[in-house]
């Protein structure tokens, strides 16, 4: 037997929430992480790419919790019960801030074993992240119904973020 259109309806918008906390979660991480592993290479000393990584990791779990913890108070209500249990399902659901963290993470643990220096590592960052930027654009502007020329043009706009990045990264060297 078919479902309703009110249980489909549901089921659609239960979707599209979820799909757009990854999208957030995505565009914010990877712009949390490349503005952090271009704030953290050290032009003074010796560079440390993986304590740079362990920093990148807690700011971005820190965000994480955050942003998860601020959502739960936001939609608590007198009425809704304890604050706890809905507080750890809104923390858990912002991992993807946390996944988009992952590349750079791995970028500057590459250059912590040796495979480029801390600068090779941050400009793979950059790279890898301002493509990745464009990316989420792309499937978020889709996903939103939009045709391939709008998504790309969002896409392109994401790109921007990171292209920003860069060049404020190469103007504070």
Do not use: C, K
Not at 36 to 65: C, E, F, K, N, R
Not at 77 to 92: E, H, I
């Amino acid at each position: 037997m078919p479902d309703s259109p009110a249980a489909a309806s549901s089921r659609t918008a239960l979707r599209t929430a979820r799909f757009q906390r990854l999208l957030f979660g995505g565009v914010y991480g990877t712009v949390l992480a490349s503005s952090l592993a271009s704030a953290l290479d050290h032009d003074h000393g010796q560079p440390d790419p993986a304590y740079d990584a362990l920093w990148i990791l807690v700011a971005a779990m820190t965000a994480a919790a955050a942003h998860g913890y601020a959502h739960a108070i936001a939609h608590w209500t007198a009425t809704s019960g304890t604050v706890t249990g809905m507080t750890a399902r809104s923390v858990v659901t912002e991992w993807p801030l946390v996944a988009a963290a992952v590349p750079t993470l791995f970028a500057l643990l590459g250059a912590s074993a040796g495979w480029w220096g801390e600068n090779g590592g941050v400009e793979v960052v950059l790279i890898v992240n301002t493509v990745a930027l464009f990316a989420w654009g792309l499937a978020a502007a889709r996903v939103a119904g939009q045709g391939w020329g709008a998504a790309t043009r969002v896409g392109g706009v994401d790109v921007l973020i990171g292209l920003l990045i860069i060049a404020v990264n190469a103007a504070s060297h």
